[in-house]
């Protein structure tokens, strides 16, 4: 879904193989795609859960209001600081072509091939739908993103805007600073969700070398006493926020930063022992492409069917299809080689002889 635990020369990035190839790299990085893993179920199950309070098919007693607020406070702005992690890597390993062809290629082509697939689906099946689309918003999708792709658009902005100053430390501090900080007054989707997630991904790579170098220097004990730490800080300021309706940009930014930390913890401790959390998180890019247009088919399939109807079953099932059948696809694709393709990138699996 970004750039992955093991970046290729060309900055195209391969979690997928290294990952379950286990190759030394990839052993010393599982935890970033154990951390995408957790994520990327936080991205589903988030998605999910909006669907059915935009449609009233969920029940008042599973309090969705707020598992969408506590979800939505960090599950973005984590992908945005892994993607940081190892953006500086890949650049420092690629020529300036290379750098700008694999963007392009890794976050601009899917960007626009799944936008394009998801309106034509989304137009043809206008009844099973909540938010109806027309060919206007086909025309937009170069200024307006659509669904959840707005996030490969503002990750490659982000991408970008840090290539342009060199990876520069100094000036990526101070953009940082400035987008906290200045209020910013924008018309443009992409310009102001660019702008709010950058902000994390500056701060991934101004971190990169020191989270990267000394996360395997840490002792379970120490990562299980920061986790837990994090977690309730990220707690303790989110009631904060909800009670005293604070809306400020370094507010939202220290409590989405606690939810990071809270959750790299775990994955460090986890490492690669979480053989699915690593699966899932080398397979992020397929899932998150997929898992609208899967989860759509699905609660319109229970839609039709009475007795499958209800609102727990169909969250569970949802969910479930949203991770699992985006892996399947991808395995199938992989096999047969068109993966990449496709914009869909994931573990290489290879043709038994």
């Given amino acids: 879904m970004l750039d992955q635990a093991t970046a290729s020369p060309s900055g195209t990035g391969d979690s997928a193989s290294s990952t379950l190839q286990a190759g030394s790299a990839a052993k010393r990085l599982a935890w970033l795609d154990a951390a995408k ?179 395997d220097g840490f002792a379970h004990g120490q990562l299980a006493t920061c986790g837990v730490v994090s977690a309730a800080a990220f707690v303790a300021l989110f009631f904060v926020r909800s009670a005293f309706h604070i809306d400020h940009t370094l507010f939202k930014f220290a409590l989405a930063a606690c939810g990071i930390a809270a959750v790299l913890a775990l994955a460090i401790v986890l490492g690669g022992r979480s053989r699915l959390l690593v699966l899932l998180g080398a397979t992020s890019m397929s899932i998150f492409v997929l898992h609208t247009i899967v989860q759509t088919a699905i609660r319109s399939g229970l839609n039709l069917l009475p007795w499958f109807n209800d609102n727990i079953i169909q969250l569970v099932c949802c969910v479930i299809g949203g991770v699992a059948v985006p892996i399947g696809i991808q395995r199938v694709l992989s096999i047969v080689g068109i993966g990449r393709q496709l914009g869909l990138s994931g573990p290489n699996y290879r043709r038994r002889a």
């Fill in 37 to 215: 893993g957790m994520g990327i179920i936080l991205v589903v199950y988030g998605h999910q859960l909006r669907a059915q309070m935009t449609s009233g098919a969920i029940d008042p007693s599973w309090h969705a209001p707020l598992q969408d607020a506590l979800i939505y406070a960090f599950h973005m702005p984590l992908f945005f600081f892994i993607a940081g992690l190892t953006v500086e890597r890949t650049f420092n390993k690629a020529t300036a072509r290379q750098f700008v062809t694999s963007r392009l290629v890794s976050l601009m082509y899917p960007y626009f091939l799944w936008s394009l697939v998801s309106l034509a689906l989304a137009m043809a099946g206008h009844r099973f739908v909540n938010h109806q689309v027309g060919v206007d918003d086909v025309v937009a999708i170069a200024w307006r993103p659509v669904f959840q792709y707005w996030f490969l658009y503002a990750l490659f902005v982000c991408q970008m805007l840090a290539f342009i100053v060199g990876m520069r430390h100094v000036v990526l501090t101070l953009i940082t600073v400035a987008a906290l900080t200045i209020p910013l007054d924008a018309r443009n989707p992409v310009l102001i969700e660019s702008m709010i997630c950058f902000p994390f991904f500056a701060t991934g790579i101004l971190l990169s070398r020191k989270v990267i170098k000394s996360a």
